[in-house]
């Protein structure tokens, strides 16, 4: 019985050596200086270009459901006023962001039950591109494209792989004989070529992905209202601060909040060393 033991194990341990020497690689991210490392803030006006290559970009295929459009108008969001800062509900410019939202949202008419669709308002997200995952994924040659409220925090990486990722599209290498049809090149996507690869000593990094290259090598997809030249690097950079924005909007908040805790304890420290030296001035110790 041990040794019929011992030999199945020995079974199971060969029919995974393939999977454990398979490796998904993928080549180094892109190094980029961002406004909110460390004890940085959001660039609004960073925060407000990206929210224009969501609008008119990616958009198109990808929702982005966590997001209500009163989130924007939260401190530190894109659409921010102070004078709305008790509630953005009332910033007309998150009013007039919600009400130009291309797609309606559906809805039930009370009175009848009967659906119907009627524009945003301040309280709704985004309406999304797609009805359902299989409308999604019919459109998409059958991938599903990811929902980007928390994609900057699921990455590894966050803004600087979206960043990467976008501006990194790159030919097949020549290696690769069958690549998947529909699918993109990609160094930075993780993935594993082995099987793909004609020289298995050279194995190209990264992987393919189903989305295209979402931004024109040369001509460019927005027109951004403060007069920032637009290029693929700057539209890369700036959705990928917006995306980190949607994933972390209360960001600034907590880092003002962390920053005052600190000047407090350190006040705290200082007249608590005061205190004890003048309590046990006069005891010998």
Known sequence: MLRKLLALAGLFALAGAPAALAETTQ?????????????GMYDQEQLQRGLKVYTEVCSQCHSLNLVAF?????PG????DPKYAANPNDNPRVKAFATSWSRQ?????????????????????????????????????GALPPDMSLLAAAREGGPAYIYSLITSYAPTPASIKSPPPGK?????????????????????????????????DKDCKVTFDDGTPCTKDQEAK???????????????????LGFSVLIYLSVFTLLLYASYRQIWRNVAH
């Open 27 to 39: 080549a180094p991210l892109r190094d980029v200086s961002w406004s909110f490392n460390g004890l």
């Open 184 to 216: 993109y090149y990609n160094p930075i996507f993780p993935g594993d070529l082995s099987s793909m690869a004609s020289d298995p000593d050279h194995v190209p990094v990264g992987g393919f992905i189903g989305m295209p290259p979402p931004l024109g």
């Open 238 to 256: 700036d959705i990928a601060a917006f995306l980190n924005w949607a994933s972390d909007p209360h960001m600034e908040q907590r880092k003002q």
């Open 70 to 74: 009163h989130d924007l108008g939260d």
């Open 105 to 141: 949202v559906p809805d039930i008419d009370a009175d009848t039950g009967d659906p119907i669709h009627r524009p945003a308002t301040t309280a709704d997200v985004p309406t999304p591109p797609f009805p359902n995952e299989a409308a999604a994924r019919a459109s998409n040659g």
């Open 77 to 80: 969001g894109p659409l921010y």
